[in-house]
């Protein structure tokens, strides 16, 4: 029985795998996005957007070494939700009816799916922090092995969002509306473009958003991760809106009681 | 809440920085006051109340007592380093602003910006010996190291003056950039390099021939340049690297001191102001005026490893045992 979950998580995460060598446009973009936000957005907001020492950072920073961990976790959010969106095209499709034909249970698949999608989140982050060190963003070395379990968890609670996400979605097209109604708004109130404190400078109301936003949870622990600190209380926050989103999502998937089913999947 | 994420990590972490056995006093210029930082911990350990507008600040050859510029109590104070206590006060001329000490200790050169001139200081009396007269608003000082010539800035009359120190007079007077700051002598004597502050340039001089013979300026993308206003300098012993403050700009520059090119700028607190080495040339402390802290930075590695907040202001800064 073993060995089938075992085969079962090898043959998706080679899948996504397959997917992700095959797509190299993807690839790229997933690198691209965060790369033009670092050379050309933070180059422009440099002088204006002056950084103060806060932790985890022991001294001043430029604001290009401020926006990378939100940089990687923009990555991380936009994977999560590439997956979301791979789901509904398998749906679409009909490649999803051969795994759910599959005779281990639903929630097994989903939590494959996730990791699978993570694995590959990890990979893109790394390559990004890479080209970020040599744009003299250079964390201490140790930070590089931390942010590891972070990426891991912050990956996990992202993809767990966009499958949940999936469920709701019953076709490509109205994947717009996940740019608009997810993506933007969960990136642009959180703690990744500027620190909280700056927030609550003009906004107080803004800034408890921000703070409660579980994207600024994923930004922050990735943050403190690289600067070889634990943030307690991010991780708390990742881990209790993971356990949410995913419990959310099994639910959702579930045939007996989803919102998939019920609504009528297409073909 | 935010707790350290494995020992291990911070073990290691204290390996790669590793700690100075050394103390750092700022002067601040408006908290009245000198914070003594320790080098191992970079904590503040005590602030010593030594009178108005604390300024220029340094350690005696011997590292026993701290004098420090009070500027508007118009006096230079003792500070005896083993008490952290004022315990004299030594007559300095009107509105002394920076000092150097010659080589045995025994004489202070005190720059008097409101009265134009140079005030010599008998330190062991604690008397005035005598004034050279100066240009209008003298503020660098800098003595060469055999102490034979003493330099002053005079910041309307934008000259470096040099003063021969056993017949006190001027002996020489250079044109630099608009209201120089600061000078030091390169540790071979040969040079001595002036900031201008307005003119946003460092002047390096021969010593000798007493001639310009650079002019270095400074370019920093994403900040304006009316913001770039060089104050503090220092050149490392080895005659290799140059470090020169800039003021508002927030930016230390690195300068390669042969080829007289930048090679970098580190991020620092706001107005940044005076830099002190440690004894080894490892570390560089700079003073932030407006973000009142001081940033440590890893000479080797020309890093900015951390800022450490102080008292007010924060203006001068020396580095001793």
């Known amino acids: 029985m073993i060995a089938a979950y075992l085969h079962c998580l090898r043959g998706i995460i080679v899948r996504e795998g397959l997917r992700f060598v095959h797509q190299r446009e993807r690839f790229v973009s997933a690198l691209v996005r965060p790369l033009v936000w670092l050379f050309i957005f933070a180059a422009g907001f440099r002088a204006v957007l002056g950084v103060s020492v806060m932790p985890p950072y022991d001294t001043y920073v430029l604001y290009e070494v401020y926006i990378v961990p939100g940089l990687v976790a923009m990555i991380q959010l936009f994977n999560g939700m590439q997956s979301s969106l791979s789901i509904v095209y398998d749906r679409e499709m009909g490649s999803m009816k051969t795994l759910l034909i599959s005779p281990l249970p639903r929630w097994y698949l989903l939590v494959c799916k996730l990791l699978a999608g993570v694995t590959v989140s990890v990979l893109q982050a790394y390559v990004f922090l890479a080209v970020a060190w040599f744009w003299g963003v250079q964390p201490p070395l140790l930070g590089y092995l931390a942010v590891l379990p972070a990426l891991i968890l912050s990956g996990l609670m992202l993809g767990a969002l966009g499958l949940l996400l999936s469920s709701f979605i019953k076709q490509l097209e109205n994947f717009a509306g996940v740019m608009n109604f997810v993506i933007f708004p969960m990136f642009f109130a959180s703690s990744a473009l500027y620190p909280l404190w700056r927030v609550r400078e003009s906004s107080p109301l803004l800034a408890d958003i921000c703070a409660v936003n579980p994207f600024t949870q994923a930004v922050e622990l990735i943050r403190f991760a690289l600067y070889g600190q634990f943030d307690l209380v991010a991780c708390l926050g990742l881990a209790g809106y993971l356990v949410l989103f995913l419990a959310c999502a099994i639910i959702g998937y579930d045939p007996a009681r989803g919102l998939m089913e019920r609504r009528g999947a297409p073909g | ?321």
């Not at chain 2, 300024?55 to 007592?65: A, E, M, T, V, Y």
């Not at chain 2, 520059?253 to 080894?280: M, P």
């Not at chain 2, 003073?287 to 890893?298: A, E, L, Q, Y």
């Open chain 2, 1 to 321: 809440m935010r707790t350290g994420l494995l020992p291990a990590v911070t073990v290691l972490l204290a390996l790669a920085m590793p700690a100075a056995a050394e103390t750092i006093y700022v002067s601040n210029e408006k908290g009245n006051s000198v914070s003594v930082v320790d080098g191992q911990s970079l904590n503040v350990t005590k602030t010593i109340p030594v009178g108005k507008r604390p300024r220029g600040i340094l350690l005696s050859p011997d590292g026993k007592w701290l004098y420090v510029c009070v500027s508007d109590d118009h006096t230079i104070k003792v500070v005896d380093v083993a008490k952290q206590q004022v315990v004299r006060t030594l007559a300095s001329g009107p509105d002394p602003e920076q000092f150097v000490i010659s080589p045995d200790g025994s004489l202070i050169y005190a720059a008097n910006e409101d009265d134009n001139t140079v005030t010599i200081v008998d330190v062991a009396k604690g008397t005035a010996l005598g004034k050279v007269k100066v240009g209008v608003e003298p503020e660098g000082m800098a003595i060469s190291p055999d102490g034979k010539t003493v330099v002053v800035t005079s910041e309307t009359t934008s000259m470096v003056h040099f003063i021969d120190a056993t017949g006190r007079n001027i002996v020489g007077n250079v044109l630099v950039d608009n209201r120089p700051r600061a000078a030091i002598f390169t540790a071979d004597g040969k040079q001595v390099w002036a900031t201008a502050e307005i003119g946003a340039s460092v002047s390096v001089i021969d010593a000798a021939a007493r001639k310009v013979i650079k002019r270095i300026t400074f370019d920093i993308p994403g900040v304006r340049r009316d913001q770039i206003q060089p104050v503090g300098v220092r050149v490392s012993r080895d005659g290799k690297l140059a470090f020169v403050a800039l003021g508002p700009a927030n930016r230390v520059a690195v300068i390669d001191a042969h080829s007289f090119e930048v090679k970098s700028y580190l991020l620092v607190g706001q107005r940044v102001w005076q830099l002190a080495f440690n004894a080894d040339e490892t570390r560089l402390y700079t003073t932030n005026g407006v973000s009142n802290d001081i940033s440590v930075i890893d000479v080797p590695a020309l890093k900015v490893v951390k800022s450490v907040t102080v008292g007010q202001a924060p203006w001068g800064v020396a580095v001793g045992p």
